[in-house]
């Protein structure tokens, strides 16, 4: 027991209840699953053979089989991130003229739209105006979320808090393979527009809690509106508004909110400029890497990677991959706030950068290719020994890179411009 103590994170003795605070965190985290969902379906359906005949513009694979072209495969799924780029850039206007949490339900319905398109696409142009608009979704839901969490979560499990965001991607990711496996081989339109339209009801999920979620308060300071502020941080803390608790945090967040605005208000070009270059060029740097680590790969084109790999059961393979990315995720979160993130960050890095290499190694001596385009396999202790160190790579990714790009960006901005440099950084 006392060495469950020692391992547990410090809670200070602080006036009200946290769980209330927490599980508003854990909830709105919950949006994860529509970002990680969106990923994970595309790389099976790109793999089923009813899809690849119905989009199929005459062209045929090494197999003789329809199938889309590679340039049109990578256009698919790229379309996504054009969408979350624009729908980062422009949720600050949302967040910081109609709030937090008006803005977080604006943009489910900006998903739902994409995914309504998805699901009637029969040729490949309005599927990709899905995808865009998905994206778009995604990227007002991903800048969203981890402000709203850090603006309403408690200072000593922030870090966590804020990592179930990731959590939530990679259970999203675990969600996509599964439907995908069940829904792969029907020779129907319903092999694909079963995953896609699944996402409606993550959506409504989002959407129905916000609207009895609160606006956060820091958010409710900055639009000088003290006693509405004061009865959201009572409601997220389980106090009455005239606590003497409730009157000394919102103090504290005026205070700092007026020492901010006292230097001016804030552009983008604000967030390139000093002081805050610096924690903007952090910020950037890390949600860049984490993406330049290659785990969307993995999870984007993982079911034809293992099927060109000559494994014939690369829908298993992917539900595998993803139900350890949700496994090892759990660990980071504690860790994060247990050990400090720039550890975590350094040894994860590590993990990886070996792992990958193993990859790389294995899976080039143990395939071979034929004339025709096609993967043969030369060692099939090798192509094993490859799956498991792209195992042991995402559990490197997932337990700290993961959730920590998205807690670091959530921590490091200061309230005048966190809205926008937020936006930015991802």
């Not at 694979?61 to 729908?87: R, Y």
């Not at 969490?149 to 922030?158: G, L, V």
């Not at 003497?244 to 605005?261: M, S």
Request: proline share 5%; hydrophobic share 45%.
């Amino acid at each position: 027991m006392n060495a469950f103590r020692r391992a547990s994170l410090p809670k200070p003795e602080e006036a009200g209840k946290a769980w209330p605070a927490i599980a508003i965190g854990m909830f709105v985290a919950f949006g994860g699953i529509l970002y990680g969902y969106d990923t994970g379906t595309i790389a099976g359906i790109l793999a089923m053979p009813y899809w690849q005949r119905l989009f199929s513009t005459g062209y045929t694979d090494a197999k003789g089989n329809p199938n889309i072209t590679t340039s049109q495969e990578s256009a698919i799924v790229s379309i996504l991130s054009a969408g979350t780029f624009f729908g980062a850039l422009s949720s600050p206007f949302m967040t910081d003229h109609i709030g937090r949490r008006p803005g977080l339900m604006i943009a489910t319905w900006v998903f739902n739209l994409g995914v309504a398109l998805q699901t009637a696409a029969t040729a490949i142009p309005m599927f990709m105006a899905g995808r865009f608009f998905a994206g778009l979704g995604v990227g007002q839901i991903s800048a969203i979320i981890p402000l709203y969490q850090s603006e309403t979560a408690p200072k000593w499990i922030r870090g966590a808090i804020v990592g179930a965001y990731q959590w939530a991607i990679t259970i999203g990711l675990l969600l996509a393979a599964i439907v995908n496996n069940a829904t792969g081989k029907r020779n129907n339109t319903g092999s694909y527009r079963i995953p896609v339209a699944v996402q409606f009801a993550y959506s409504l999920v989002l959407f129905g809690g916000m609207l009895i979620l609160p606006e956060t308060p820091r958010f409710l300071v900055k639009k000088n509106k003290p006693e509405k502020a004061a009865r959201a941080l009572a409601r997220i803390r389980r106090l009455t508004p005239d606590h003497p608790a409730i009157h000394a945090e919102l103090a504290e967040v005026k205070a700092n909110h007026d020492y901010e605005t006292s230097l001016g208000t804030a552009s983008y070009l604000d967030c390139f400029k000093p002081p805050i270059l610096k924690r903007q060029f952090t910020g950037c740097a890390l949600q860049a890497l984490q993406q330049l680590t290659g785990i969307n790969f993995i999870f984007y084109y993982g079911t034809k990677y293992f099927q060109n790999s000559g494994i014939s059961s690369g829908f298993t393979i992917s539900m595998i991959t993803s139900a350890i990315n949700v496994a090892s995720t759990v660990p980071g979160m504690y860790a994060i706030d247990k050990w400090g993130r720039r550890p975590l960050l350094f040894w994860g890095a590590i993990g990886m950068c070996v792992s990958q290499f193993i990859v790389a190694m294995t899976g080039t001596f143990s395939t071979g290719q034929n004339r025709d385009g096609t993967i043969f396999v030369k060692s099939l202790a090798g192509q094993k020994a490859a799956v498991a160190f792209v195992c042991i790579y995402i559990f490197f990714f997932a337990s700290t890179w993961g959730p920590l790009a998205w807690v670091v960006t959530g921590e490091i901005f200061p309230l005048k411009t966190r809205a926008k440099s937020l936006i930015v950084s991802p």
